[in-house]
T-cell receptor, first 117, second 117 residues
Framework: DGGITQSPKYLFRKEGQNVTLSCEQNLNHDAMYWYRQDPGQGLRLIYYSQIVNDFQKGDIAEGYSVSREKKESFPLTVTSAQKNPTAFYLC????????????????FGSGTQLSVL | AQTVTQSQPEMSVQEAETVTLSCTYDTSESDYYLFWYKQPPSRQMILVIRQEAYKQQNATENRFSVNFQKAAKSFSLKISDSQLGDAAMYFCAYRSYKETSGSRLTFGEGTQLTVNP
């Protein structure tokens, strides 16, 4: 079945440590996104990628980094510079970034809960 | 920048009754898309319904319908014949029609819906 796989489901970070969240899709989608979800704040965009080897900052990129070396993969690294990393992280993809067709929509993964030890 | 506001952090409804969730947004654009997403306890994001701003007719998907008031920048979700499985967090989201914005979504804070048997 096609879809988006996020791993791990739960992740713990120690002080000063970098951690990487995995996001893999087999939908052959060009565009991928990372959102952060905090209680009472909805989802906020961290980074997005329109195509392989390209990515742009979203609304809350500070303390995060990404790479897009393969079409299927868009890992997110939470660096030690992110002082408040505890949140639920959702990865999403869409057919194409510049597609504005009615039928085009976001597909979401099942998320990773990151907590600080 | 666009903003989305959901003024009801929590709502409850009796099973088989009807409930309306509110959403307002702020934008200077004339063309855009609006969405309602459902996030059950599994935390998987599920698209419930979408509306194109250029369409005057309100979108309907089975028991879910919207009341789209473009001039008032209001986009409410009505759930008819509520079922226990409708219990979830509901997010309103905005997407620009501009190609440069792609499928980036701006989300509201969410409304937690409880369905009472």
């Amino acid at each position: 079945d096609g879809g988006i796989t996020q791993s791990p489901k739960y992740l713990f970070r120690k002080e000063g440590q970098n951690v990487t969240l995995s996001c893999e899709q087999n939908l052959n989608h060009d565009a991928m996104y990372w959102y952060r979800q905090d209680p009472g704040q909805g989802l906020r965009l961290i980074y997005y990628s329109q195509i392989v080897n390209d990515f742009q900052k979203g609304d809350i990129a500070e303390g995060y980094s990404v790479s897009r070396e393969k079409k299927e993969s868009f890992p997110l690294t939470v660096t030690s510079a992110q002082k408040n990393p505890t949140a639920f992280y959702l990865c999403a993809s869409s057919i194409g970034f510049r597609v504005t067709a009615v039928g085009e929509k976001l597909f979401f993964g099942s998320g990773t809960q990151l907590s600080v030890l | 920048a666009q903003t989305v506001t959901q003024s009801q952090p929590e709502m409850s409804v009796q099973e088989a009754e009807t409930v309306t969730l509110s959403c307002t947004y702020d934008t200077s654009e004339s063309d855009y898309y609006l969405f309602w997403y459902k996030q059950p306890p599994s935390r998987q994001m599920i698209l419930v319904i979408r509306q194109e701003a250029y369409k005057q007719q309100n979108a309907t998907e089975n028991r879910f319908s919207v009341n789209f008031q473009k001039a008032a920048k209001s986009f409410s979700l009505k759930i008819s014949d509520s079922q226990l499985g409708d219990a979830a967090m509901y997010f309103c989201a905005y997407r620009s029609y501009k190609e440069t914005s792609g499928s980036r979504l701006t989300f509201g804070e969410g409304t937690q819906l409880t369905v009472n048997p």
